[in-house]
């Protein structure tokens, strides 16, 4: 989506709302199965003595897969827009985005803080305890049956216990 700012570039205190649902063909991260509703952001751009800041909040409803159980869920990621635009970015600045004309890409520019604010590790809760090494089982579900592993240095000393 462009967002055409023609009038509020040189008139500072001027405004431009949008609103966009973002397209998830370059949303892809291997532990989000799907996207039940495509992200929406909503917000402005303001010229603030003639600086470009773009705000808002982007929210994002993702199916998403456990790194630790691999159980499926369901997980809403809101996170709040600040992104300074500029004319030219000499130094190539990854923090700024650049004006095309007097129009933005306002679908990159949000894909891309998406992207950048999209945790690294997906977990169905924050305490998931994760699969059992030996047997598989879901240790959420509740213990397995496997014996707790000894050190391999006491592997004597276990023999001993065994032929008693």
Partial sequence: MRLNLSS????PGGSVPF??????DNLDFPSVKAYPTRPHAEGRVFNEAG???LTG????EMLCVCDRCGEEFESTKEMALNV????ENPDDDPSLF?????????????????????ETKFL????????CPKCGKNLNLGPC???KSLDPRFAVLEQLLDKS
């Avoid at 169905?124 to 699969?131: A, F, I, R, S, T």
């Fill in 19 to 24: 609103v966009c649902d973002l397209e998830t």
């Fill in 98 to 118: 650049t004006l095309e004309g007097n129009e933005i890409d306002l679908s990159e520019i949000l894909s891309t803080c998406l992207i950048l604010d999209m």
């Fill in 124 to 131: 169905c809760k924050e305490d998931c305890k994760g699969l």
């Fill in 57 to 60: 909040t982007l929210t994002a």
């Fill in 8 to 11: 509020i570039i040189e008139v």
């Fill in 145 to 147: 049956g496997c014996r």
């Fill in 51 to 53: 600086i470009l800041h």
């Fill in 84 to 87: 300074i635009i500029v004319e």
